[in-house]
């Protein structure tokens, strides 16, 4: 009883730390309005916030076909939309591995890749049988500077990209050129971020979208602002008021001066390849999760408070302990917690464990969980603000298997906005699922863009 006494102590501390209370995230949200501003007045700011050049909102009777190509993930993804008008569409998708060579290569090889499957795309398709040149949207999901609809120089490779040749460039004309060399008839005529794919594949049915957030292997958002309000636009006049802006809020205080940092997270960061970097995103998104929750679960092990203090050679290694696992132990609700259970013993390999062990490990899942809810909440309610839209409807297109598996998320978030607007204003925001959104929304732009040429 001195043993559990003792661990039950040591959890609610740990517990503690990963507590964010309302005043905190009143704080963030506050240093979030003033990064975000920061960033529409001026480039190179943490908060980048780059206008994508989106202006205008789908009225959902759009129709045509676009092709859209998906590239920032394992695989590369070609689609082609048929968009059929009152926010319906069909698709025809095809994805291709992209190899590690590839991804670290020179770029003018992975261009002349993404131009065969192209290639190959259409072909099998017979989407080159239409008469005119096919349009096509590229989401490209790494930071990138826009210059214009289809411009934009790559910033910096991420998510283990790192190819030669390409940073500094204009990653529309990289392409475009391989298109050339290979005599694929495809127009580029719109380069996307996820989000701002994400929040616009929303817009085509449901006009009242306002932002788009992804919460997945990494966490970003985009969302309508007012052209006015971005006073670094250089981009001349355009026919709308708003346009939508990439916030790249993953970089949201680098600087540390606000964020709930424990010594998981500061571990967790030291420890990366991009470290002082990307810090709010390393405390939501799933690329992160896991190896917070390890750290968290090591140190009770450390002091002989968890598994006797015994751990195995699988969780002891870094990235090892995965964010799926912790969104099976957070819904883990039978008597025995035997899904915990399977993936400590049989998974990690812990030679044994308690109930009690497994219970403290399921709340540590629950509490990294929970609080990555109410920072991306922070996020979003920042973003409200800036719109100065609280207390009406306000609707918030999310991608992402954070998102969409982690148990209580969204109910975490919600109750996230309550803390910060109170319970009337907080359950005005409403949350949809968009997912794979960003290739319809590339399609979709790709399709104004094209229409306003
Ligand atoms: P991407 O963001 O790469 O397009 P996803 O939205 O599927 O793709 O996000 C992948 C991330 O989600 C990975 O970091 C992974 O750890 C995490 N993930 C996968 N399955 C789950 C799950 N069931 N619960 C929570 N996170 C998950």
């Known amino acids: 009883p001195n043993d559990l006494k003792a661990q039950q102590k040591a959890l609610d501390l740990v517990l503690q730390d990963f507590d964010v209370s309302a005043e905190r995230m009143g704080a963030i949200v506050d240093q979030f309005n003033s990064e975000m501003r920061k960033g529409l007045a001026a480039p190179k700011a943490t908060v980048a916030m780059i206008p994508s050049f989106v202006t205008g909102k789908p009225t959902g009777e759009e129709t045509g076909r676009y092709l859209a190509l998906d590239l920032g993930g394992t695989n590369l993804r070609v689609c082609e939309f048929s968009l059929l008008g009152q926010g319906e569409y069909k698709v025809h998708q095809q994805k291709y591995v992209i190899s590690d060579e590839l991804k670290t290569g020179d770029m003018r090889n992975l261009c002349d890749f993404i131009a065969d499957c192209v290639?190959?795309?259409?072909?099998?398709?017979?989407?080159?049988?239409?008469?005119?040149?096919?349009?096509?949207?590229?989401?490209?999901?790494?930071?990138?500077?826009?210059?214009?609809?289809?411009?934009?120089?790559?910033?910096?490779?991420?998510?283990?990209?790192?190819?030669?040749?390409?940073?500094?460039?204009?990653?529309?004309?990289?392409?475009?050129?391989?298109?050339?060399?290979?005599?694929?008839?495809?127009?580029?005529?719109?380069?996307?971020?996820?989000?701002?794919?994400?929040?616009?594949?929303?817009?085509?049915?449901?006009?009242?979208?306002?932002?788009?957030?992804?919460?997945?292997?990494?966490?970003?958002?985009?969302?309508?602002?007012?052209?006015?309000?971005?006073?670094?636009?250089?981009?001349?006049?355009?026919?709308?008021?708003?346009?939508?802006?990439?916030?790249?809020?993953?970089?949201?205080?680098?600087?540390?001066?606000?964020?709930?940092?424990?010594i998981y997270d500061n571990k967790l960061d030291r420890e990366s390849i991009n470290p002082r970097q990307q810090i709010f995103e390393k405390m939501i998104s799933g690329m992160y999760l896991g190896e917070i929750a390890r750290n968290a679960l090591l140190q009770l092990v450390d002091r002989l408070l968890l598994f006797k203090g015994v751990s195995s050679p699988e969780l002891?290694?870094?990235?090892?302990?995965?964010?799926?696992?912790?969104?099976?132990?957070?819904?883990?609700?039978?008597?025995?917690?035997?899904?915990?259970?399977?993936?400590?013993?049989?998974?990690?390999?812990?030679?044994?464990?308690?109930?009690?062990?497994?219970?403290?490990?399921?709340?540590?899942?629950?509490?990294?969980?929970?609080?990555?809810?109410?920072?991306?909440?922070?996020?979003?309610?920042?973003?409200?603000?800036?719109?100065?839209?609280?207390?009406?409807?306000?609707?918030?297109?999310?991608?992402?298997?954070?998102?969409?598996?982690?148990?209580?998320?969204?109910?975490?978030?919600?109750?996230?906005?309550?803390d910060l607007f109170g319970e009337k204003d907080g359950s005005c925001v409403r949350f949809a699922l968009a997912r794979d959104g960003s290739g319809l929304g590339a399609a979709i732009i790709a399709m104004m863009s094209h229409k306003a040429a």
């Open 316 to 418: 002891n290694k870094q990235w090892c302990f995965e964010t799926a696992y912790m969104s099976a132990i957070s819904s883990d609700t039978s008597e025995d917690l035997e899904e915990t259970q399977h993936i400590l013993e049989a998974v990690m390999q812990i030679p044994s464990t308690s109930l009690m062990d497994r219970e403290m490990v399921k709340q540590v899942c629950i509490a990294v969980g929970r609080r990555a809810a109410r920072l991306s909440a922070c996020g979003i309610a920042a973003v409200i603000s800036q719109q100065g839209s609280i207390g009406q409807d306000t609707l918030v297109a999310i991608d992402g298997s954070v998102y969409e598996f982690y148990p209580n998320f969204e109910n975490d978030m919600t109750q996230g906005l309550t």
């Open 119 to 262: 290639d190959n795309f259409v072909t099998e398709n017979g989407s080159d049988s239409l008469e005119s040149n096919l349009q096509l949207g590229f989401t490209f999901s790494f930071p990138v500077l826009q210059t214009e609809i289809n411009r934009g120089t790559l910033i910096q490779w991420t998510k283990g990209f790192n190819c030669t040749n390409a940073v500094g460039k204009d990653v529309v004309v990289l392409l475009q050129d391989a298109f050339l060399r290979k005599n694929v008839n495809v127009h580029i005529a719109a380069l996307v971020n996820d989000t701002v794919g994400t929040l616009m594949a929303h817009a085509y049915k449901y006009p009242e979208t306002s932002m788009g957030v992804i919460l997945g292997t990494g966490t970003n958002a985009a969302y309508y602002e007012k052209l006015n309000s971005i006073k670094k636009w250089e981009g001349g006049a355009v026919a709308f008021d708003d346009m939508v802006v990439n916030m790249e809020w993953g970089a949201f205080d680098n600087e540390r001066r606000v964020l709930p940092l424990t």
